[in-house]
């Protein structure tokens, strides 16, 4: 339902006084108002209350011609339509236009009303529709796919002589003067949609005057400027990324990607600051470009705009899931407000006689109301701990030199040959690189590791007079506590002087820090008393690159192998 509360005056019994070191009056505090709703769904009008036919997902006040008295009417957004009250009754109910139906989607169900395929054979070819298809199915044949096989033929049935529909939601709301930017001028109404496209309404015709498409589904907006002269539409969208549409652009002019998913958006002046779900709070420009950073302590619940016209002074406020509300100019912390509980909407503006009225619901379905005191002050300096302002201040750079201006247009005026040279000089470089890599592995009679990413160490032991010999490796795990699987290890050597019984096999799981010795036997098959190298190499499974590798200067026989 739609609710909001009698005003809180001075002069009332309803007003608490505070301690004298506070900004704010505490005014009324209802720890169970029942009110669960968000910052969008609440809206600056009269005290009235009302029964919504379905859970609301924005609420706008607008004025929506220029009849006296000027009384604004209320938008109220909830699925694909929009409920208009005016003088405290319904005046009018917008509904979204309906959405191009699949043409194959449409023939199969041709198909079904004439029983010419059955249950099962629709739901496969809705299945080859669904994944292939660029228009999306309708709802009702989502629901379909979703059936048990025994629910398919009541179902088809139930809906097979009814026309498909595809009608898409409302996710978001705002309004937009139409011709002037007063504050009691005429607004448009401005709506984002859950098929990617914003639609601008005429305030008195509804009919839609301007339609615009963003990539993603969006979740929240903020609007300025005149629909006759010129605007802008700050849109944060489903897919993490905030698009800023302009007059005559069906498509967005400028994007703003994040680091995390945006969960408030609000309008300063000329900037736009986000929160975004890894508790930072970033300001940006209206071309998409940052400009400051604040690190949160605690995540974002909730954001709205402290505008004060009387005094010239505008501010953030940002409510975080630590029980606290954060007052921001820039990005710095100017004001902390203490809340018995998680806020979770928010909404400052005149109340009443008040115009600092700051009003909160919270998480347990609480309402608070704050007064800001007439002789309240905020300081512009950062009250957050961190580094000294002096940091922010820009460094005074000298000027660019002359031999700097000589030097950059000489490399302006030869950069093929200065980027031929030094790949030259690169490819160089590699090749030195590699011999002396290829001499590395040839010339060495030790254990060394080609890999920095294995810890891998081993070394050999050779057992034995002749023409028998036993081969020990014993190869160990240096990492820290990360084990090392799927590795085998190879035997490289000359087949007229040796034979083994197992020239290749798998070496099990290493642990850290352990030892594992793994045997081998070598039988010599020359009796010319002469001896040769055994390369050993440890490979990854399915890699022919060696991760080690091993040369072992076997010893010579004494006797001749018998057959």
């Known amino acids: 339902s739609l609710l909001l509360l009698p005003c809180c005056h001075r002069n009332g019994k309803a007003l608490i006084r505070s301690a004298n070191t506070s900004k704010w009056l505490d005014a009324h505090y209802d720890p169970v108002a029942n009110l669960y709703t968000f910052s969008s769904c609440i809206g600056k009008i009269s005290p009235y209350e009302n029964t919504l036919l379905d859970l609301p997902t924005g609420l706008v006040s607008f004025l929506m011609d220029q009849h006296e008295p000027r009384t604004p009417a209320i938008a109220v957004a909830s699925g694909p339509f929009i409920y208009v009250y005016k003088n405290l009754r319904p005046y009018f109910k917008f509904t979204l236009p309906p959405l191009e139906v699949n043409a194959l989607e449409q023939d199969v169900w041709n198909q079904a009303r004439e029983d010419m395929i059955d249950p099962l054979s629709l739901k496969e070819m809705l299945e080859g529709i669904r994944d292939k298809a660029d228009v999306p199915l309708s709802v009702r044949s989502l629901r379909f796919l979703m059936l048990d096989p025994q629910d398919t033929e009541a179902f088809v049935n139930l809906h097979k002589a009814q026309p498909i529909r595809r009608q898409t939601v409302i996710t978001c709301i705002g309004t937009l003067k139409k011709n002037m930017a007063d504050e009691d001028a005429v607004s448009c109404l401005v709506i984002g949609t859950e098929s990617k496209d914003v639609y601008i309404l005429d305030p008195e015709a509804f009919t839609i005057l301007s339609k615009m498409s963003v990539p993603s589904a969006p979740t929240q907006m903020d609007v300025t400027g005149q629909f006759d002269v010129e605007f802008r539409i700050t849109v944060a969208c489903r897919n993490g990324n905030i698009y800023i549409l302009r007059r005559d652009s069906p498509k967005p002019k400028y994007c703003i990607e994040l680091s995390s998913h945006p969960v408030g958006l609000v309008r300063m002046g000329k900037s736009v600051v986000v929160g975004c779900a890894q508790e930072t709070l970033q300001g940006f420009t209206q071309k998409g470009k940052k400009l400051w950073t604040a690190c949160l302590p605690a995540p974002v619940t909730t954001m709205g705009v402290m505008d004060l016209p009387t005094r010239g002074f505008q501010a953030v406020l940002v409510g975080l899931a630590n029980c606290e509300v954060h007052l921001y100019r820039d990005k710095n912390l100017i004001s902390t407000i203490k809340t018995p509980d998680v806020v979770t909407s928010i909404c400052f503006g005149r109340y009443g006689r008040e115009d600092g009225t700051l009003i909160m619901t ?202």
């Open 362 to 563: 919270t998480k347990g379905g609480g309402l608070i109301v704050k007064i800001l005191k007439r002789t309240a002050v905020f300081d512009d300096r950062d009250s957050a701990p961190g580094p000294p302002l002096a940091q922010s201040i820009r460094l005074n750079i000298p000027k660019k030199t002359k031999l700097y201006v000589d030097q950059t247009m000489r490399e302006r005026e030869n950069a093929v040959a200065m980027h031929r040279a030094f790949q030259m000089d690169l490819s160089r470089l590699r090749l030195a690189a590699a011999r002396a890599y290829v001499k590395a592995l040839e010339s060495s009679l030790t254990p060394m590791s080609s890999s920095l990413s294995e810890p891998l160490k081993m070394n050999a032991v050779v057992q034995g007079l002749g023409p028998s010999f036993k081969l020990t490796l014993n190869i160990q795990n240096t990492a820290a506590c990360r084990p090392v699987m799927h590795l085998a290890i190879s035997f490289l050597y000359d087949e007229s002087l040796y034979s083994m019984r197992t020239a290749f096999f798998k070496i099990p799981l290493l642990v850290p820090g352990l030892n594992y010795p793994i045997d081998t036997f070598v039988e010599c098959l020359s009796d010319k008393g002469i001896s040769d190298i055994i390369k050993v190499f440890v490979l990854r499974e399915g890699k022919s690159a060696p991760l080690l590798t091993a040369h072992i200067n076997m010893p010579v026989s004494e006797g001749l192998a018998l057959n």
